[in-house]
């Protein structure tokens, strides 16, 4: 233990890269912290809240409309990426890969701009995963979400895939792909 003034206490556990796992008494906050940047990798609030900037986390929306043919899977590609913790996105491949074991949470949400089917899947390292069905026979487009949780390994990749009933586009305007960690 070594004592930072009067308020803060701090263990210090060893070699070149130093990890300090740090309580400030003022606060009421504990704080794990990188020892050669300094940076702060978690912090548990007084009130038992945790904040971790670093666990990985990525969203994106489409750029532009992509043309589907009926009842073709089609890969969703040309992404804008809002957030990227973790550096997972691999916009080369259109594909997300975790940077670390554990439990996902993966949120997608498409709309086309036909009526009938439209279905969307989830690939888990190239092979057919989860699916998710809309079908509206109405006078409108269809359009749906799709929340999905995962256990990956470090380095398995997810990729979005859509396919439609009638020839037309997915939208760009409301096609989003997320994925946080939770566990």
Known sequence: FKLNG???ASIEVGGGNN???TANNAAGNIYLRNGSSAQTNMTI???GRVTMPYQP???AYKSGNQALSAHTPTKITSWSVMYNVGNGWDAANNKWTAPTAGYYLIHVCAQSNVL???HVRLDVNGANGWNGDSYLDGGDVAG???TYFANLAAND???FYCYITTAGNINANRTRFSV????
């Open 116 to 118: 009938g089917g439209l």
């Open 157 to 159: 990749y997810v990729e």
């Open 19 to 21: 990890l300090y796992l």
């Open 45 to 47: 609030d007084s009130s």
């Open 6 to 8: 009067t308020t803060t």
């Open 180 to 183: 946080v960690k939770c566990a």
């Open 57 to 59: 986390f990525f969203s």
């Open 144 to 146: 749906m979400n799709n």
